[in-house]
């Protein structure tokens, strides 16, 4: 292990520890998509009850990412990805307030703006993580 990479693995050993949560998010967003397909009174009460372990898991995860070490050890050994690992903070801060918006929402009783505000989370969260795939790909190809 190279000292730098403040304990972190090298190549693919990486890719197990970079992205914490990531398993236990994936079926939790599965749920919420299906639930949301189903408008009914009886899917509310479900997707409702699945919003703060999901909300709960996602804050944990993107803490994860920004104080464990993984955004600032990217940084550190490859400072030219600096903006594309910016750019990811700010979509943790973007989607952290979406998560903020739908709970308000559903204190509320305004179901559509909840349906619509956690599609649109979901979408982005997403994308998200297609480019975090895509920062981890950039980050191994220079790996020795």
Avoid: K
Wanted: charged share 30%.
């Amino acid at each position: 292990m190279h000292p730098h990479h403040g304990g972190l693995p090298n190549l693919f050993g990486r890719a197990t520890v970079a992205f914490p949560g990531h398993d236990a998010l994936e079926p939790l967003i599965r749920n919420l998509r299906r639930l949301l397909s189903t408008p009914d009174a009886q899917g509310r009460e479900q997707w409702v009850a699945a919003l703060s372990p999901f909300s709960e898991c996602l804050l944990a995860h993107f803490e994860a990412e920004e104080r464990g070490g993984y955004f600032t050890t990217l940084a550190e050994d490859r400072p030219d990805l600096e903006q594309l690992i910016e750019a990811l903070r700010i979509e943790h801060r973007q989607m952290r307030e979406i998560v903020r918006l739908v709970s308000d929402f559903v204190q509320v009783g305004e179901d559509a703006l909840v349906a619509r505000s956690l599609t649109r989370l979901l979408d982005m969260l997403d994308a998200h993580e297609r480019r975090e795939s895509d920062l981890m790909r950039d980050f191994l190809a220079v790996e020795h």
